[in-house]
């Protein structure tokens, strides 16, 4: 397994999927896309996970097609063969890039 502090540009292309533990701790995943990949053997999707209150944040304010800012650490790990290999960012911070339809209730009528 190899980890690394990084921060990426990436789109969100699945829908984030929300889940708890029985501790009430919150995990959220979701799949994303990194931007014009010029070697079309080069790994162009990895999957997210989110903890704890950002977890919501995610889930309130991100979905399908926006595009966000992510500092994280990276794990590679191998899906039974080396040639299989699948990418996983447990992400510490996250940044609104571009979004779509941006609706924040602020209170305020």
């Not at 039974?80 to 571009?98: A, H, M």
Request: glycine letters at 4%; hydrophobic letters at 40%.
């Amino acid at each position: 397994m190899f980890m690394n502090y990084s921060t990426f540009i990436v789109k969100i292309i699945k829908k984030p999927v929300q889940s708890f533990f029985k501790n009430n701790i919150a995990l959220t995943e979701l799949v994303v896309q990194f931007p014009q990949v010029r070697n079309k053997n080069c790994v162009d999707t990895c999957k997210l996970t989110v903890w704890g209150n950002l977890s919501y944040d995610v889930m309130k304010y991100y979905k399908i097609n926006d595009s966000i800012v992510i500092e994280g650490y990276i794990s590679v790990r191998n899906n039974g063969t080396t040639k299989n290999k699948q990418i996983e960012i447990s992400v510490f911070k996250i940044y609104p890039f571009l979004l779509n339809d941006l609706q924040i209730e602020t209170g305020l009528k």
